[in-house]
């Protein structure tokens, strides 16, 4: 393999707190090791363009507290084409890129290994999303971060259900897995928690619903993943729970993007400090196709394709506490 002088790193799908973070460890640890780094503006789109900047470690003063990404992100359809990547790929020639560090999530690691496989091109991916939805890391950039605001979200909203004797259904992100919504849920002390992996069941929400009151509570907060299964959305529920409880005063609360915004916490600074250190020195020791990734409090590499096709599992002990915390 040819010494590698030149990398180039880009940040790719939806944003997620940490990433600027990771994009200065990843251009710090370039200087470190005295090879250039560019930064890649909108994803696999600006790597088809060629819209790349050269960056030092001065470049990237001032922005691991910031959240979103500097480097901006974007969907790119001409990728999705060969003809697409060839051009990208020409393009990071043109630059003398040589290397490539990708920062997203399921989507950006499929386009990073085709492209890899495609030119023979070293790639490393970086987890960056708030959902932690990616096998062979623990912990993905910007999920704790998530889970601190939403919970802040769950304590204020909690203020008015208490204050108004009111029922409140919070949906938070998790189109596949019930991650985000498990760990707030306890974190946050919701009497239900609706998630992917465990179908409730709209009786036995009803139940515990009615539990609940029995036992003194004029309020309660159930905590929904936007990817449940036992409504169509948290609105039908809101009816259906209504219409079978209609002593209780039910609102909704969809928490949308707000959930990826924020300074990332310091667990996320350092976690992202930790994997752009080991993406450059993983890519200058010669490894390609991997992603790194947090297992066991060490930063350790797992083939890309084994990140994409496996599944992270929600933790069954997590929901054993839950299940006794709603009592």
């Given at each position: 393999?040819?010494?590698?002088k ?7 799908g939806?944003?997620s ?10 251009v710090r640890?370039c ?12 994803g ?6 060629g ?8 470049s ?5 507290n ?5 480097l901006?992100?974007a ?5 999705m084409?060969k003809?697409?990547r ?10 003398n890129?040589?290397a ?6 399921d989507g950006?690691?499929?386009?990073s ?8 091109f070293?790639v490393i991916?970086i ?7 990616i ?13 601190n605001t939403i919970?802040?979200?769950?304590d204020k909203?909690?203020?008015?259900a208490?204050?108004?004797n ?5 949906e938070?992100m998790?189109?596949d897995?019930?991650h985000i919504?498990?760990?707030v849920?306890?974190?946050a002390?919701a009497?239900e928690?609706?998630i ?5 069941g709209l ?5 515990s619903?009615?539990?609940s009151?029995e036992?003194?509570k004029?309020?309660?907060i159930?905590?929904v ?18 219409e079978?409880?209609p002593e209780?005063?039910?609102r909704?609360s969809?928490?949308?993007h707000?959930q ?5 916490s310091c667990f ?7 994997m752009?250190?080991k ?7 010669g ?15 797992t083939p ?5 096709k496996g599944?992270?599992?929600?933790n069954?002990?997590?929901?054993r506490?839950?299940d006794?915390?709603?009592?």
């Amino acid at each position: 393999m040819d010494k590698i002088k030149k990398i180039g790193v880009l940040t790719s799908g939806g944003d997620s707190p940490g990433m600027n973070a990771a994009i200065r460890a990843v251009v710090r640890t370039c200087a470190y090791h005295e090879v250039e780094c560019a930064g890649i503006y909108r994803g696999f789109e600006g790597m088809i363009e060629g819209d790349f900047v050269n960056l030092n470690a001065r470049s990237v003063k001032g922005i691991i507290n910031k959240g979103g990404t500097f480097l901006k992100s974007a969907r790119s359809k001409e990728f999705m084409t060969k003809q697409g990547r060839k051009k990208a790929f020409q393009s990071l020639k043109n630059a003398n890129i040589d290397a490539l560090v990708t920062i997203g999530g399921d989507g950006t690691f499929t386009g990073s290994m085709i492209f890899s496989n495609e030119f023979n091109f070293p790639v490393i991916g970086i987890p960056g999303t708030i959902d932690n939805d990616i096998f062979g890391t623990s912990h993905t950039l910007g999920y704790d971060t998530a889970l601190n605001t939403i919970v802040d979200v769950i304590d204020k909203i909690r203020d008015t259900a208490s204050s108004h004797n009111r029922l409140f259904f919070v949906e938070v992100m998790g189109r596949d897995v019930g991650h985000i919504a498990l760990n707030v849920g306890v974190g946050a002390g919701a009497e239900e928690i609706l998630i992917p992996e465990e179908n409730l069941g709209l009786d036995r929400l009803l139940d515990s619903l009615i539990r609940s009151k029995e036992s003194g509570k004029s309020s309660s907060i159930v905590v929904v993943a936007e990817g449940d299964k036992i409504g169509k959305n948290v609105f039908e529920l809101k009816d259906y729970v209504e219409e079978h409880l209609p002593e209780y005063e039910v609102r909704v609360s969809v928490l949308g993007h707000m959930q990826r915004g924020g300074a990332p916490s310091c667990f996320d600074r350092v976690l992202a400090s930790r994997m752009g250190v080991k993406a450059i020195e993983s890519l200058l020791e010669g490894d390609s196709n991997f992603m790194v990734g947090l297992l066991n409090d060490k930063i350790q590499l797992t083939p890309l394709e084994k990140a994409i096709k496996g599944q992270s599992k929600i933790n069954k002990e997590l929901i054993r506490v839950s299940d006794i915390m709603t009592t």
